[in-house]
């Protein structure tokens, strides 16, 4: 049995096979589009989106990478550099970039990545801070990354003269174990091979900028694994968050954003 809609005035007919039909009435209601008011969130957030431009002109494409960097002055955490090592999801790449970009951290470095750096999950993740996944520098290992990074950070004080800071670039280690010692069940007296020993281990931001306040490079380990002993023990210290029993870790893309927050609002609050 079929049955055929025809639609007249407000009545709709429905005719079968028995010759009978039924009508029932029918209320058709048109939406019409109304204008969106702009809310107080809304002026706000273009505000911010104006003031972003005159920064680096908001997203932009791919060809104009290099004028999306901050123009008019240094980023404020221009020598604060992140280290992903061997990173396993392609959106974490992009969202650790989307909160270098929130507080002004333009130099990452990854670390044998075991997924494609630059992929439509990691630019999507990203949002406006493309440029940053694009800008970044690939290492086949952590020794080989620090060693760029301070030599980089060794010309750049020598190009200051009498007017640099002379800090050295520093590293840090975001995990909640020591290395082990290699070499425990050798000689005690081998300082070379337990350079572990010698770090610093401190906990909470507030440690990580008393003793790194400028001039350091963050290392965060993979999703799954974390960071390997040889990879913590290249390092200069060790930070640790203190955490609540819920839960065992933190995600590394949490992890980077209380680093940075951390960074950005100590020297932001000291220039107001």
Known sequence: MKS???????????????????????RIIKAEKQPLRETSRDVKRTEFAQRAKTYFGGRIDRRSIQTQKVLNKD???????????????????????????????????????????????????????????????????????LNVLERENEEEEKGEGEGGKGSVLQSVAFSRWMAKDENENEEKNNNDGDHHRRQKHFFGTKQLLENHPRSVALVFGSESDGLSDAQVARVDSVCEYKMGRLIESLSVTHAAVIALNAYFESRVLKEE
Request: hydrophobic share 40%; proline share 2%.
């Open 4 to 26: 055929t809609f025809t639609t007249q005035n407000t009545f709709v007919s429905l005719n079968s096979s028995s010759n009978k039909s039924c009508f029932c009435d029918v």
């Open 75 to 145: 980023a404020v955490l221009k020598d604060v550099h992140v280290i992903l090592c061997e990173p396993k999801i392609a959106s974490n790449i992009g969202a650790i970039a989307r909160s270098m970009c929130s507080f002004e951290c333009e130099s990452l470095s990854i670390v044998k990545p075991r997924v494609e750096v630059i992929s439509r999950a990691s630019l999507n993740a990203s949002k406006g801070a493309q440029h940053i996944v694009r800008n970044a520098r690939v290492f086949e290992s952590l020794e080989e990354c």
